[in-house]
């Protein structure tokens, strides 16, 4: 069974440097989306991405995120300068769409362990 | 406000007893709604939406639309059943965000 992909599996930076997440979606999917769990707390949606554009994002989706599809295959976020608070676990989920039956479900990947020092 | 939540931290059974894993949410609207899994080290998994009305591995859940809850239940649960389960919905089908519960954490002892 097909799956998502997320790489690397675990990242640790230095407040104020840049980052970015990969994530390789189930092919033929045409919804994505990146999630985070900061330890301890709530899976948070972050932002939507359809048809080549952001569809919806959070309030936590500040300037310094950003999120492209570069290649037609990667689907990646970028955070520009770190905080400490950016610390979490970040998820990447598609979504087949189309509206075919079943398309509803979001796939998630393993995730992406950010740690900030 | 768009909001899920799921009362119980940790919830701690035997092996064979029943199971209720509660949530309940707030919407405005027809959500979707749906009850992933996580099990140790791995990935979420969806165990089931109410679209579906299915039962996977023994659970089922009903959405009832008067009390806006989606329990989770399981007539007798088994030691692999322990894991990480998180409710959630959605405002649609297609392209719509999910919007998650805290979580509650499953442990079935032998």
């Known amino acids: 069974e097909p799956e998502v992909t997320q790489t690397p599996s675990h990242q640790v930076t230095q407040m104020g440097q840049e980052v970015i997440l990969r994530c390789v979606p189930i092919?033929?999917?045409?919804?994505f989306y990146w999630y985070r769990q900061i330890l301890g707390q709530k899976v948070e949606f972050l932002v939507s991405?359809?048809?080549?554009?952001?569809?919806?994002k959070s309030e936590i989706f500040d300037d310094q995120f950003s999120v492209e599809r570069p290649d037609g295959s990667n689907f990646t976020l970028k955070i520009r300068s770190t905080k400490l608070e950016d610390s979490a676990m970040y998820f990447c989920?598609?979504?087949?769409?189309?509206?075919?039956?079943?398309?509803?479900?979001?796939?998630f990947g393993p995730g992406t362990r950010l740690t900030v020092l | 406000a768009q909001r899920v939540t799921q009362p119980e931290k940790l919830l701690s059974v035997f092996k064979g007893a029943p199971v209720e894993l509660k949530c309940n949410y707030s919407y405005s609207g027809s959500p979707e709604l749906f009850w992933y899994v996580q099990y140790s080290r791995q990935r979420l998994q969806l165990l089931l939406r109410h679209i579906s009305r299915e039962s996977i591995k023994g659970f089922t859940a009903d959405l009832n639309k008067g009390e806006t809850s989606f329990h989770l239940k399981k007539p007798f649960a088994q030691e692999e059943d322990s894991a990480m389960y998180y409710c959630a919905l959605s405002g649609r089908n297609q392209g719509g965000k999910l919007i998650f519960g805290q979580g509650t954490e499953l442990s079935v002892k032998p």
């Open positions: 092919s033929n999917h045409l919804y």
């Open positions: 989920a598609t979504q087949g769409g189309g509206g075919r039956l079943g398309t509803d479900t979001q796939y």
């Open positions: 991405f359809y048809n080549n554009e952001i569809s919806e």
